[in-house]
């Protein structure tokens, strides 16, 4: 018996439909804008509770 299964494995896949074969899918996103600058390890902690950030909430 051939195992037809076997063949296809070992042949690279060709795929005229994949992901980046759309422009939608790999366009260029926009950076990441925040409202608040990043908080700080040795930073007060954003919570209010007065301990530094990485004791507390990170």
Known sequence: MENN???????PMVDN???CS???????QSPIVHEQPKVGRNDP??????RKFKKCCG
Do not use: R, V, W, Y
């Open 45 to 50: 902690c954003p919570c209010d509770s007065g």
């Open 5 to 11: 299964n076997q063949d296809s494995i070992n042949q």
């Open 22 to 28: 759309q422009a939608s899918c790999c366009a260029p």
């Open 17 to 19: 439909e994949s992901c």
